[in-house]
T-cell receptor, first 114, second 114 residues
Framework: AQKITQTQPGMFVQEKEAVTLDCTYD???????LFWYKQPSSGEMIFLIY??????QNATEGRYSLNFQKARKSANLVISASQLGDSAMYFC???????????FGTGTSLTVIP | NAGVMQNPRHLVRRRGQEARLRCSPM?????VYWYRQLPEEGLKFMVY????????ESGMPKERFSAEFPKEGPSILRIQQVVRGDSAAYFC????????????FGEGSWLTVV
């Protein structure tokens, strides 16, 4: 089974609007971390936001917030007030603290329309 | 504070040649991960190393691929007798401790096998 599922291959959003990128995960571990990374066309992987499985509050980092719904095993990324520079691939990832790997989804390509 | 440094950024090899990819982790980081990203796909874990130790190589192909992280110098991912299917982006990431909240990626090395 896929550890991380991103069901939206591509998304479009109008500049200054908010957008939600979906991510569901699969684990039987109680302790894990959820991450979002941004990969612009230049190729580098940029860390955006982290949510621990025991964190009671949703993580926020500037315009990024993580909508963490533990019972549904979802960790959606919300980008508020989209900017043209937000156009990129976005990857959801998970790390189970019992293991060494970060598991990545297949990514969502976000295009911000002026 | 320099980030994770990878070189070369781009590498072209003929089938049958060897490819060596280097990764210098962030200062103070002693844990290195290698990931491979095939075109249109997410990142796949390859190997996790600490200085002079391979901790987890469950994602490494059994043949032609090897990795090391010596006491001094960068981590090296070595691919012998490259084939066209090895063409991919290879990302290195580092973290300060094994249970770090995140890993920080380098800019990637793009290998093209012709």
């Amino acid at each position: 089974a896929q550890k991380i599922t991103q069901t939206q291959p591509g998304m479009f959003v109008q500049e200054k609007e908010a957008v939600t990128l979906d991510c569901t995960y699969d684990t039987s571990d109680q302790s894990y971390g959820l991450f979002w990374y941004k990969q612009p066309s230049s190729g580098e992987m940029i860390f955006l936001i982290y949510q621990g499985s025991y964190d009671e509050q949703n993580a926020t980092e500037g315009r990024y917030s993580l909508n963490f719904q533990k019972a549904r095993k979802s960790a959606n990324l919300v980008i508020s007030a989209s900017q043209l520079g937000d156009s990129a691939m976005y990857f959801c990832a998970m790390r189970e603290w019992t293991g060494n790997q970060f598991y990545f989804g297949t990514g969502t390509s976000l295009t911000v329309i002026p | 504070n320099a980030g994770v440094m990878q070189n070369p950024r781009h590498l072209v090899r003929r089938r049958g040649q060897e490819a060596r990819l280097r990764c210098s982790p962030m200062k103070g980081h002693s844990h290195v991960y290698w990931y491979r990203q095939l075109p249109e796909e997410g990142l796949k874990f390859m190997v996790y190393l600490q200085k002079e130790n391979i901790i987890d190589e469950s994602g490494m192909p059994k043949e032609r691929f090897s990795a090391e992280f010596p006491k001094e110098g960068p981590s090296i991912l070595r691919i012998q007798q490259v084939v066209r299917g090895d063409s991919a982006a290879y990302f290195c990431a580092s973290s300060p401790i094994s249970t770090g909240n995140t890993i920080y990626f380098g800019e990637g090395s793009w290998l093209t096998v012709v």
